[in-house]
């Protein structure tokens, strides 16, 4: 029985999962946290990974390992592979302007992005990023050699570190640096050198399959993967597959067997784990949603799914527009929520925490427009995340959104596909291992599909309004 690790380094922590690489069965697991902030130190998470290694019982005993990491993040190494400064993460927005700057300076702006790359540059992006830093750190940015992202720069570190040409990555990740191209599958340099000045070195995109060295253990390493990826490819998502992560924010991806390039920049156009692609689509306001309802009327959260569930569909007419803290989809970084349609009648504790639920859920379905709208196959829902506990997500979600909706239990499913992914590199291949453990869940059925047509309508209009009343208080 061959064991394997998969390695989840997130914003938050690290986690470490070991299971059986022929049934995908779980042996052990550990965790430990991340340093917070939006720019970290690179040899935070190394440690974090030995003491969440060591709290999974060791690796001593495992065959491969594979690391999935948060995607985006800058790690700058200069000639001897020393860290040249704190890392930038994904959610650092320092680089914003810059990404303004580099849309308006590729000719053709962000539809050359999205043609190009998949995507329209935003601050989350390493390639904003670099810019920033040759901007405002023109002393850094001059002793940079080489450029990678979290999950490389693990990996390599696994692997012993062994020069700049040992850095490898994958196509997800690559895909997330906005300087490769999903569709052509090679490194865009025309870009990074349009964002940096010059082209350091940049990891070797290695195959899903591939092994890229090997711990001083002797364990393989695996070509590690994108936090993304890796969970669409923890939870055996296939084509026509849409994973809805329902944390404080929501992330929505689906696997495709197509690249997309939407220029509204709504869908990001990732690879995934697979050689496949793996549009994706954020939104700011999810399951903080549910935190701030069940705090105003002072219920806890499964009180609070109670109450929504005991309001008719469509909340007897209130629209709450979840645009608590902005909105990426639709872009309105500015934007504020709204509680639309209230009346004496129909203000109650049930119907607000009702269309807490459906604001969430038609936020949610808005993001699935988008990627319907570049020609992603929708067939099912798979929830997951905090928010996908609810109950009452679970039974409203299909009629909001239209399609059967499956719901698997709790998991750690980034370091989930990541392990399958070190099975993978293990045993070769044209595909991951088929682990049949990782199907079980509920599914959930549409139902009140007519009553969710006319919340959609309203919820449209509720929106509109808020968007021209946000426009009017900027001028």
Not at 209 to 232: E, M, S
Request: net charge negative; glycine share 12%.
């Amino acid at each position: 029985m061959p064991l394997v690790a998969g390695v989840d380094s997130s914003t938050q922590s690290c986690k470490v999962v070991v299971r059986d690489a022929d049934t995908g069965e779980l042996v052990r697991h550990g965790s430990a946290p991340h340093p917070p902030g939006t720019s970290v130190a690179p040899a935070a998470w190394e440690a974090a990974f030995h003491e969440a290694a060591a709290a999974a019982g060791g690796l001593d005993d495992v065959a491969a390992i594979a690391v999935a990491g948060q995607q985006h993040g800058m790690v700058c190494l200069d000639e001897r592979g020393e860290v040249v400064r704190d890392a930038l993460l994904w959610n650092d927005l320092r680089s914003a302007p810059d990404a303004l700057d580099l849309i308006a300076e590729l000719a053709g702006g962000a539809q050359a992005w999205a043609d190009a790359t998949g995507s329209v540059p935003v601050a989350s992006f390493t390639v904003t990023k670099l810019r920033w830093l040759a901007r405002s750190e023109p002393d850094n940015a001059a002793r940079t050699a080489a450029v990678c992202l979290p999950h490389d720069w693990l990996s390599w570190r696994l692997g012993g570190a062994d020069g700049l040409g040992a850095l490898a990555t994958d196509r997800s990740d690559a895909s997330g640096t906005l300087y490769w191209s999903p569709a052509e599958g090679r490194y865009r340099t025309d870009l990074l050198e349009l964002a940096f000045g010059r082209s350091p070195v940049v990891p070797t995109v290695a195959a899903p399959a591939a092994t890229i060295g090997r711990t001083a253990g002797g364990a393989l390493i695996g070509a590690g993967t994108g936090d993304n990826a890796g969970a669409a490819l923890g939870l055996g998502a296939v084509p026509g597959d849409v994973v809805f992560s329902i944390g404080t924010s929501g992330v929505l991806c689906a696997v495709s067997e197509t690249p997309t390039g939407d220029a509204t920049g709504d869908v990001a156009g990732f690879a995934d784990a697979t050689g496949r692609f793996l549009p994706l689509v954020c939104t700011l306001n999810a399951a903080r949603v549910l935190d701030v309802t069940a705090r105003l009327l002072g219920v806890g959260l499964e009180d609070l799914s109670d109450l929504a569930l005991s309001a008719p569909a469509g909340a007897d007419g209130l629209v709450l527009v979840p645009y608590l803290d902005g909105e990426r989809t639709p872009n309105r970084p500015d934007a504020t929520g709204a509680l639309h349609g209230v009346r004496t009648d129909n203000l109650t504790p049930a119907t607000v925490a009702r269309a807490a639920v459906e604001g969430l859920l038609s936020g949610l379905a808005d993001g699935l427009a988008a990627l319907r709208r570049c020609g992603v196959p929708v067939e099912r829902a798979v929830l997951v995340g905090g928010g996908a506990r609810s109950a009452a997500v679970q039974r409203i979600a299909p009629s909001v959104l239209g399609l059967p909706v499956f719901v698997p239990p709790p998991g750690e499913y980034v370091a989930d596909g990541a392990a399958r992914q070190a099975a993978w590199a293990l045993a070769g291949g044209d595909e991951a291992p088929d682990w049949k453990g990782h199907s079980s869940g509920e599914t959930f059925d549409p139902t009140d599909q007519h009553l969710y047509g006319d919340l959609r309508k309203r919820y449209r209009t509720a929106t509109d309004h808020v968007i021209a009343r946000d426009l009017n208080k900027s001028r």
